[in-house]
Antibody, heavy 122, light 108 residues
């Protein structure tokens, strides 16, 4: 069955960096686009970034553009999120998810990991 | 971007009752590209409905979705104890994808 397992979260000071990983199994990882979504405490879900199966297409939310970098290693079936210049408002649970595309380049998310917690605080 | 507003914020019902959750969009969602997810504490979000009314694999038929344009509804026909959770809608008709703030379905 499809499994997505995030890791790498923790407590970090403002301005520092962190890298999240998402290890995938149970499906052909290099055939699917992948996505990061976050959820701040007590808030709704917020889309963060998406990457196509072949890394040719990448997009970011305006709130993280220029600070976060999504990447993947298809040989390791792993998705990454490098987060630089972290801010207190980046505090959230970060979920990776598998993308199911529909016409026009839009998509929904059919499988999610359990999340990795990031706290940005001094 | 499209803003999704879910109501009510919290819904208190008993097992066996019918639950109706609303998701309203700030502008029309093209092609009814709307999904619903279920979240339980400490668990991964679970896809329930996509395309406004199509059930995802393995989702019981007591869950149904309807609507188009700006108004969408998730209905749980007869609540089971395991259905008490947070439900979020997501539109994917235009970029960026956006989510509602969630409805908490709690046991009365």
């Amino acid at each position: 069955q499809v499994q997505l397992v995030e890791s790498g979260g923790g407590v970090v000071q403002p301005g520092r960096s962190l890298r999240l990983s998402c290890e995938a199994s149970g499906f052909t990882f290099n055939s699917f686009a992948m996505n990061w979504v976050r959820q701040a405490p007590g808030k709704g879900l917020e889309w963060v970034a998406v990457m196509s199966f072949d890394e040719s297409q990448i997009d970011y939310a305006d709130s993280v553009k220029g600070r976060f970098t999504i990447s993947r290693d298809n040989s390791k079936s792993t998705l990454y999120l490098r987060m630089n210049s972290l801010r207190p408002e980046d505090t959230a649970m970060y979920y990776c998810s598998r993308v199911i595309p529909v016409a026009g380049g839009e998509y929904f998310l059919d499988h999610w990991g359990q999340g990795s917690s990031v706290t940005v605080s001094s | 971007e499209i803003v999704l507003t879910q109501s009510p914020g919290t819904l208190s019902l008993s097992p066996g009752e019918r639950a109706t959750l609303s998701c309203r969009a700030s502008q029309s969602v093209s092609s009814s590209y709307l999904a619903w997810y279920q979240q339980k504490p400490g668990q991964a979000p679970r896809l329930l409905i996509y395309g406004a009314s199509s059930r995802a694999t393995g989702i019981p038929d007591r869950f149904s979705g309807s609507g188009s344009g700006t108004d969408f509804t998730l209905t749980v026909s007869r609540l089971e104890p395991e259905d008490f959770a947070v439900y979020s809608c997501q539109q994917y008709g235009s970029s960026p994808i956006t989510f509602g703030q969630g409805t908490r379905l709690e046991i009365k």
